[in-house]
């Protein structure tokens, strides 16, 4: 059974940085494209990032130059490095593991940007 764990999330001020964490379990780790993903009140969620078991990588047009998503396949960890954080960034956070219809999803964790 795989778990996914997110942390890192805050309140940060506009214009500040936040480094997501996302811990899964199991052996197959390395196979899996991971992602980013956010949801804010009254909203859809929504892609942030993704990045693939060769780390191959694709972002969402706002937040493109900003944010970066790395893996650590020895640690069965992505990152999520957020820069010039903007308000409009405030959601809750989640990882995902092998695509949105099949995937695994973690519990999610909360950005909050304070303009």
């Known amino acids: 059974q795989v778990q996914l764990v997110e942390s890192g999330g805050g309140l940060v001020q506009s214009g500040g940085s936040l480094r997501l964490s996302c811990a899964a379990s199991?052996?197959?780790?390395?196979?899996?494209?991971m992602g980013w993903y956010r949801q804010a009140p009254g909203k859809q969620r929504e892609l942030v990032a993704r990045?693939?078991?060769?780390?191959?990588?694709n972002y969402s047009d706002s937040v493109k130059g900003r944010f970066t998503i790395s893996r650590d396949n020895a640690k069965n960890t992505i990152y999520l490095q957020m820069n010039s954080l903007k308000p409009e960034d405030t959601a809750v956070y989640y990882c995902?593991?092998?695509?949105?219809?099949?995937?695994?999803w973690g519990q999610g964790t909360q950005v909050t940007v304070s303009s």
């Open positions: 199991g052996r197959m780790f390395s196979f899996y494209s």
């Open positions: 995902n593991m092998g695509g949105v219809v099949h995937g695994y």
């Open positions: 990045i693939s078991s060769g780390g191959s990588t």
